[in-house]
């Protein structure tokens, strides 16, 4: 705080001492700077002591400079004013924040602290100084002017130097890099300053800028401080160009090079702002490389990138322990050439093309060849990627994951449910179709054949003497003369449209899609006699074993009738083979015959005829 005091002190007397000898045109103004350094290198407490110090050291410098008392008093309170206004921006940042190499940092010092602030107390030194005495010509735009160089110049410089920028460059690895540009940057001033009439400012630019690239915001302020220095110098000795190129006072000279040196600090500062932007973007480039890197090579996933023509410009590698391939191998391919099963490849293809047409991501199951041959079931998210910039779409990302035992835990769990069905719809004691699946498919078969006019039969087939049976032999031997009886009708069974089912009790029932009135006659006749030929002892029979007695019906169905018609006339049919003596079929046909016949080797089968037709 000491220091800061009298640096203010000595920069305010050197000012007004200026102003003094030219009559009212203040050469430079750095006080305020300082204040304004200070502010911004301290904590928020140290605020009201650092205002304090600036206002009373302002205040004496205008007494040892021999103002006014109203004066020394009123015009450093418009300077805290402006220092105030300049800080106002930075109140609530952090002191670690604040870098003049940030766009919003050098937007606020030179919009506020360079602009607002100093016009503000320009008006109030103005009003004041009318206040006393005539003001002196042009004295607000002076006022402007010397505060505006005064806190462009100061500020920046001040917190780069004090603030650890500066001293990082003094480091073994950059002193050798440093000192050459530091020559170069003094040889090039020398000659302008020294040895040139010409107002060749601008050339030290180039060098200034040039410190900026390799050495960053500490850099280019280490060069305007040499400038500063040799400048001031130069000038102080009545030489360089800025004396014999435009032939100004002693005082304007000085204003001149603090022109000179804020234009500096601004080009410094704005380099700085685009390479610390750009280098903020290169290190958010980076780690978002290293971020997405790490998560694709950890990724139990393929994740694959492709262009619009499907090639491989990218491959995870996950998919060298999931397929034995090296990323290497894959590159530069398509998914057209050994890898996609050939019969998936339409799939691949119209998913792609959607994706390509507008629709989002899809997702696709498909067969992919592993190194070895083997193909695998991969399921794959798919989408399109686009250029940043342009937003158009410029690729493909697909994620791929192996889903072989879900696929194999899927076909157990089908083959399950197929069992399961069939458990539903099988009799579980004979094997044949249960009394559910058999009015299924007969309603089925009724539809088909009113739809297509062809005939459709059923076999009625019901054990003789069957409740005798199971008093003679007991319960469990009947299950299994029950299960004999199916097994012969099943193996009776040719065509995939036929169904034995197991109609109830002792009794089954035989569809017969498209079969005549004849043709399933002949096919109960030949079921009735494996079931006698099987030799299964009934003593309660009169034949003395287990036989059949079968009711055969056809019919044409015709449309809006039900299927019960054909159901009553088998029924029917049963009931006069049982009726004629047993082991033997009987039948009733829309245009056939009934018949009714012993099958036992020792009478021959005699026929009834009569046409049964089906009511609606």
Known sequence: MAALAVLIFLGACGSLWLDAKDGGDAAFWWPNGLILSALLLNRRNKWPIIFGIGYVTNVLAHLYMHDTVFLSLTLPACDMLEVAIASYPFANITRDAVRFSRPRELARLCVVGG???PAISAVFAVAIFQMQSPVPQNFGLHWFFSNTLGTIIVTPIVLSLLDGEVAALFRRNRLLE???LLVLLFLLPLAIFRYTHL???FTVFPPLLLLVV?????????GVCSIAAFCTMVVARGGGAVVHGFELSWQKQVFLVQVLLASAVLCVALVAVVLNERRLLEQAARKSEQLYRLLAENSRDIIVLTDLEHRREYLSPAVQWMMGWDPKELLGGTYQKNIVHPDDIPSMTATLDAL????????LSYRCRKKDGEYIWMEANISLYCDRITGEPIGYVNVVRNISERKAAEEKLQDAYLALEALASVDALTGAA???Q????LSQEWRRAART???LSLLLLDVDHFKLYNDFYGHLQGDQCLRQIARVALDMIQRPGDLVGRFGGEEFAIILPETSCEAAVGLAERIRSLVAEQGVQHAGSQHGLVTVSIGCSTMNPEPHTNQNLLIEAADQALYEAKRNGRNRPGSSGRQGCRHDGISDGRRHPRSIHRIIRPRP
């Open 356 to 363: 390509k047409a507008g629709e989002p991501s899809k997702t």
């Open 438 to 441: 058999f009015d299924e498919s």
């Open 199 to 201: 107002p060749i400012f």
């Open 453 to 455: 006019g062809s005939p």
């Open 214 to 222: 390799r050495l960053g915001m500490g850099g280019g302020v280490v």
């Open 115 to 117: 602009i607002l602030a």
């Open 434 to 436: 249960n009394r559910r």
């Open 178 to 180: 440093l000192t050459g």
